[in-house]
Structures are given as structure tokens and as C-alpha cells.
């Protein structure tokens, strides 16, 4: 059966290079038999913006964060899927804001048990596409450690695709062929997890 995979688009510019190149991901993912759902991380509605460590979501069983909104709502479909990329660009060496605010929420996905932790994404696989203004080292590099590590702490495979020196211009990415092939590439792969 084909892979269930969601995108979680962290890239505020419609038609920017983030979205391009992650399109040209997903449309090879699906070629290559996987089902692709997306979230659209930037249009969301919330009545907190990120986690307000109330430690409600660790009172309860379910993995579920308590405020009752649509980012909640959204990060609680995320252990229905085998495989869960972030898509965004750069912003100030981390992630844009607005996928901040998913991503701190993700937080309900876990149950701390003294030193130690379960969590509901554990054995699946986490992924990453990034683009970025500059450089890999110290910058996209650390973007990529951010969604890493949470990924090795609940137990996740881990995959990246990254895209550094990336010019503003609409369609810049997308009119270069090797990073065209890298991101059908990432696709492929990412249908196989
Ligand atoms: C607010 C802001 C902060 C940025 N910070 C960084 C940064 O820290 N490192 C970097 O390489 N590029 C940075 N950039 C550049 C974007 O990451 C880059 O242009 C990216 O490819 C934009 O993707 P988009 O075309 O999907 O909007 C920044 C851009 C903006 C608007």
C-alpha cells in the first residue's frame, strides 16, 4: 500500500520558491504511489499562538493539545501518517512564525514519564524541505537541526532536502534543472519510507 504522507507548508509566500519546489516533491511522491495530504500551516486560525505549556495535554491520554482551535486540530491528525514534512523557507537562521506556532504545538504529541517519554509520532519518518537566501553552513544546517533532533528524541527516521543560495525572484528554483531532479528525487524517496 502506498505511503501516507502530509506536508505541513510553513512558506508564507504563495508563490514562492518554498512551494514551488515542494510541489515538484509531492506531485513525484504521489507519481510514485504514495497519498499526499497538506496542511497549510500560514492560514491556520488559533486561539494562542503556540503552546502555552498549560501541561493539560499530559493530564490526559489522548494526543491531543486542549486548545480547542484549528492548529490543534491539525497537529492531531499528524500520527495518522507514515511520514511528516516541514516545508519552509528560512526565516532569521529558524522558522518562519507562523510554522512556529504548529510546530510548538507538536508538543501534545508526547507524554513526558519522568526522565523518559512516548510519543505518538515515534517510528515514523520526519522530513525536511528548506530553502534559504545564504548559505548551508550555519544557517540552513541549523534549521534542519531543529526539526532533526525532535525527530531523533521521538524515536523518527529523518530525511532533508535543502536548497541554500536561493534568489527571491518568483521561479528562481524552479528553472534550475539539477534542483528540479533533487526535489522529484526527494519525492521518490519519500514514497518509499
Ligand atoms: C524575514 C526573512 C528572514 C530571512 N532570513 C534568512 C536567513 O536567516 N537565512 C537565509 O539564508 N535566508 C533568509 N531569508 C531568505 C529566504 O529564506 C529565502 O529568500 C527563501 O528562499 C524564500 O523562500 P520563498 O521564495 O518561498 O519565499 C530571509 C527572508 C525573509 C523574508
Redesign the pocket.
Given at each position: 500500500m502506498g505511503k501516507k504522507i502530509v506536508v505541513v507548508h510553513g512558506?508564507?509566500?504563495k508563490k514562492?520558491?518554498?512551494?514551488a519546489i515542494t510541489k515538484i516533491t509531492v506531485d513525484s511522491a504521489r507519481k510514485h504511489g504514495a497519498k499526499v495530504d497538506e496542511i497549510d500551516a500560514i492560514n491556520l486560525t488559533f486561539k494562542a499562538p503556540g503552546c502555552i505549556a498549560c501541561f493539560k495535554c499530559q493530564e490526559s491520554e489522548e494526543y491531543k493539545c486542549i486548545i480547542d482551535d484549528e492548529v490543534a486540530a491539525k497537529v492531531a491528525t499528524l500520527p495518522s501518517y507514515d511520514v511528516i514534512v516541514l516545508s519552509a523557507?528560512?526565516?532569521?537562521?529558524s522558522y518562519p512564525a507562523q510554522l512556529k506556532i504548529f510546530i510548538d504545538r507538536i508538543f501534545s504529541l508526547i507524554k513526558l514519564k519522568g526522565d523518559d517519554h512516548i510519543s505518538a509520532l515515534s517510528g515514523k519518518t520526519m522530513a525536511l524541505i528548506a530553502?534559504?537566501?545564504?548559505e548551508l553552513e550555519n544557517?540552513?544546517n541549523l534549521l534542519e537541526a531543529q526539526w532533526r533532533n525532535p525527530a531523533d528524541m521521538m524515536g523518527c527516521k529523518f530525511l532533508s532536502s535543502l536548497y541554500?543560495d536561493?534568489l527571491?525572484e518568483e521561479g528562481f528554483l524552479t528553472k534550475n534543472p539539477d534542483a528540479v531532479q533533487k526535489a522529484k528525487e526527494f519525492g521518490r524517496l519519500l514514497a518509499m519510507e
Open positions: 512558506g508564507p509566500r514562492g520558491n518554498t512551494r523557507p528560512i526565516y532569521w537562521w530553502t534559504g537566501g545564504g544557517n540552513l541554500p536561493v527571491p
